[in-house]
C-alpha cells in the first residue's frame, strides 16, 4: 500500500479515488447490481404507505436478494414478524431522517438474523441520500468497524468525499449535483472489487 504525508504524519493509502472516474464506476456497479432504481421506487411506496407489515417484510426480502443474501432470507423470515419487520424500518427510518443514520442502521440491525451489512442495505434504499452500504467489502478493504461507530465513519468519510467531488469541478455540474452519498459508496464498493 502506499504511504503518504498528510498534516505531518504518515498515512497507509488504501484507496485513492478520482471524481473524473466516479460515472464510470457507477455504471460497472449498476451493471453488477442491477435493480437499485427498482428498489429505491419499492422504499419510497413503502414508506408513503406507512410501512405495511407484509409489504416491509417483503421489502427486506427484496433488498437481500439484491445483495446477494439470498442465504439469510428464510431465517430473517422465519425469525421476525412482519409487525417486528415493519416496526423496525419506521423507526430505523425516523432516526435517519433526524440526523442519527448509524443508530437507524442499528435499530434495523435488531431484526434477528439481519446484521450491519443487511441492515445497512436496507437503510441505503430506504434514504439513499444519507445512508450508506457498509459490508465486508468495504470493511475489511478499507478497515472500518462493524459497529455503529464504524458506520458513522464510514457515512461521514463518504459524505465528505460527496462535499470534495462536488467543489471539485471535475465533474460536470449536472453530473455533480446529482451524486448522492451512497453514489459514493457505490463507487468506492465498485473500486474496491476491481470491476
Known amino acids: 500500500m502506499p504511504i503518504k504525508e498528510f498534516e505531518g504524519q504518515l498515512c497507509i493509502v488504501r ?3 478520482s471524481p473524473a472516474e466516479i ?3 457507477l455504471d460497472r456497479h449498476a451493471k453488477n447490481y442491477p435493480g ?5 421506487a419499492a422504499a419510497i411506496t413503502l414508506i408513503e404507505t406507512n410501512f405495511g407489515p407484509d409489504e416491509s417484510a417483503e421489502f427486506v426480502q427484496r433488498v437481500c436478494k439484491w445483495g446477494h443474501g439470498d442465504r439469510h432470507m ?9 409487525k417486528e419487520v415493519s416496526l423496525a424500518l419506521s423507526e430505523g427510518v425516523a432516526l435517519a431522517r433526524s440526523g442519527e443514520v448509524a ?6 440491525r435488531r431484526l434477528r438474523n439481519l446484521g450491519q451489512s443487511f441492515a445497512s442495505k436496507q437503510m441505503r434504499f430506504l434514504e439513499p441520500t444519507r445512508a450508506v ?5 468495504i470493511r475489511n478493504g478499507l478497515g472500518y468497524g462493524e459497529t455503529a461507530i ?7 468519510d463518504c459524505q465528505t468525499i460527496l462535499a470534495s467531488v462536488r467543489r471539485s469541478g471535475k465533474l460536470g455540474g449536472w453530473q455533480a449535483a446529482g451524486l448522492r452519498v451512497c453514489d459514493i459508496e457505490a463507487a468506492i464498493f465498485a473500486k474496491l472489487q476491481g470491476y
Open 74 to 82: 428464510g431465517r430473517i423470515r422465519e425469525s421476525n414478524s412482519p
Open 103 to 108: 443508530g437507524g442502521v442499528e435499530r434495523i
Open 15 to 17: 484507496l485513492d479515488l
Open 133 to 137: 452500504i457498509l459490508d465486508s467489502v
Open 36 to 40: 437499485a432504481q427498482a428498489l429505491e
Open 150 to 156: 464504524g458506520y458513522a465513519e464510514f457515512l461521514n
Open 23 to 25: 460515472p464510470d464506476l
